[in-house]
């Protein structure tokens, strides 16, 4: 069985510092991992994935995680956060097999002030 | 390319009736999905197809929800009759394959009054 525990169900930073959403995960099987954005009534949109290749990932929008198969976790950062990385942040799971499901986290919800 | 695309974007029906999406994947994909996602939830799987065929359903509630994939390309989601329950964004989304992310259509976000 697989499944995804976001730490954090919301995270508040100023402008210009940095981002860290922390994403556990399970997995019984070599993991394929993801983060996807949604922005308010917007798609959800691929940020960065990792599918047991590197295991620093960089993405869009200056994002990057980590996967650290001793701690079983892929955290998100972003050295310094902008006003438009206010979203929903999902961190997902899936098994690196063709035609697994992918399972979602609770979701983090990334504010930003100025 | 083309991305995923749903119809409708928004329906509104009272509870008992039926309601019914659509979903387009991106062509070439040979895995579909039907996520639901609640109001500040993450989106859980409803069912998933790979081609024509059922893979995985077991969080369908199948005494209300339906769901077909024509051919292995377009598919359908039916729930008859509706509860207030079900009031949520509907999300279709498609995979090609292996490590390999999946692609988002922009939902249907279904409100049962």
């Known amino acids: 069985a697989q499944s995804v525990t976001q730490l954090d169900s919301h995270v508040s930073v100023s402008e210009g510092t940095p981002v860290l959403l922390r994403c556990n995960y399970s997995?019984?099987?070599?993991?394929?991992l993801f983060w996807y954005v949604q922005h308010p009534n917007k798609g959800l949109q691929l940020l960065l994935k990792y599918t047991s290749a590197a295991t620093l990932v960089k993405g869009i929008n200056g994002f990057e995680a980590e996967f650290k198969k001793s701690e079983t976790s892929f955290h998100l950062t972003k050295p310094s956060a902008h006003m438009s990385d206010a979203a929903e942040y999902f961190c997902v799971v899936s098994r690196n097999q063709a035609g697994t499901a992918l399972i979602f986290g609770k979701g983090t919800t990334l504010s930003v002030s100025s | 390319e083309a991305g995923v695309a749903q119809s409708p974007r928004y329906k509104i029906i009272e509870k008992r009736q039926s309601v019914a999406f659509w979903c387009n994947p991106i062509s070439g994909h040979a895995t579909l999905y039907w996520y639901q996602q609640i109001l500040g939830q993450g989106p859980k799987l409803l069912i998933q197809?790979?081609?024509?065929?059922?893979?995985?359903d077991s969080q369908l509630p199948k005494d209300r929800f339906s769901a077909e994939r024509l051919k292995g390309v377009d598919s359908t989601l039916k729930i008859q009759p509706a509860k207030l329950e079900d009031s949520a964004v509907y999300l279709c989304a498609s995979r090609q394959g292996r490590n390999t992310e999946a692609f988002f259509g922009q939902g249907t976000r279904l409100t049962v009054v």
């Open positions: 197809f790979q081609n024509n065929g059922v893979v995985d």
């Open positions: 997995s019984s099987y070599s993991p394929s």
